[in-house]
């Protein structure tokens, strides 16, 4: 069964500062990996999609990077603003049971 | 091209009744898939239906069930409704198979008194 866990929990930055968000899956055998941005009481905004074959992906600001051997993704934010401000969800697509299994998420406050 | 959308935003319903929800994918897109979203629990899949088909279901009971009609539209319904059932309840819509992005709707907020 396919466990996703994000660490930190929770996370406060000052704006400007580059910042890791971390993402472990349990199972390697995923058809993809994806970021998921979500504001309070909203729905979800894909913001990068990493294929099984490829290594990182990268968007603007945002870079996410994918290692299915050791299950682990990361992503990272440069110069983070407030408006960055939000909960950052990672999400493993395929595995044994063929489904989308998210991680609990990251509540990332950027501080003006 | 339109986004997800789902209705209604906000339902308040009673112990006990039944509420359905409806969700419409983007256009093109045959697959729609179902979560649950509560503080304690996160995100949890409910199901995936694909050409009107189920094709994939999480581990909720009998009382969670879903359908897809021809246009790809598709409906949830929960019976004998639970306190515990409040949550917001999400869609997402893909082109077809696990390798495509999903495109999430505004989600359906449920509040069971």
């Known amino acids: 069964k396919q466990e996703v866990t994000q660490i930190p929990a929770a996370l406060s930055v000052p704006e400007g500062e580059n910042l890791v968000l971390n993402c472990s899956f349990t199972?390697?055998?995923?058809?993809?990996l994806q970021w998921f941005r979500q504001d309070p009481g909203k729905g979800l905004t894909s913001l990068l999609l990493i294929q099984s074959s490829q290594r990182e992906q990268t968007s603007g600001r945002l870079n996410a990077s994918l290692d299915k051997s050791s299950g682990r993704s990361t992503l990272y934010i440069a110069a983070s603003q407030p408006g960055d401000s939000a909960t950052y969800l990672c999400?493993?697509?395929?595995?044994?049971?063929?489904?989308?299994?998210f991680g609990p998420g990251t509540s990332l406050s950027v501080i003006p | 091209k339109a986004g997800v959308t789902q209705t209604p935003r906000y339902l308040i319903k009673t112990r006990g009744q039944q509420v359905t929800l409806s969700c419409s994918p983007i256009?093109?897109?045959?697959?729609v898939s179902w979560y649950q979203q509560t503080p304690g629990q996160g995100l949890q899949f409910l199901f995936e239906y694909f050409s009107e088909t189920q094709r994939n279901k999480g581990n909720f009971p009998g009382r969670f069930s879903g359908r897809q009609f021809s246009n790809s539209r598709s409906e949830m319904n929960v019976s004998t409704l639970e306190l515990g059932d409040s949550a917001l309840y999400l869609c997402?819509?893909?082109?077809?198979?696990?390798?495509?992005?999903?495109?999430f709707g505004p989600g359906t907020r449920l509040t069971v008194l």
């Open positions: 199972d390697s055998a995923i058809y993809n």
């Open positions: 997402a819509s893909r082109t077809s198979g696990g390798s495509d992005t999903q495109y």
């Open positions: 256009s093109g897109h045959r697959s």
């Open positions: 999400a493993v697509g395929g595995g044994r049971d063929d489904k989308v299994i």
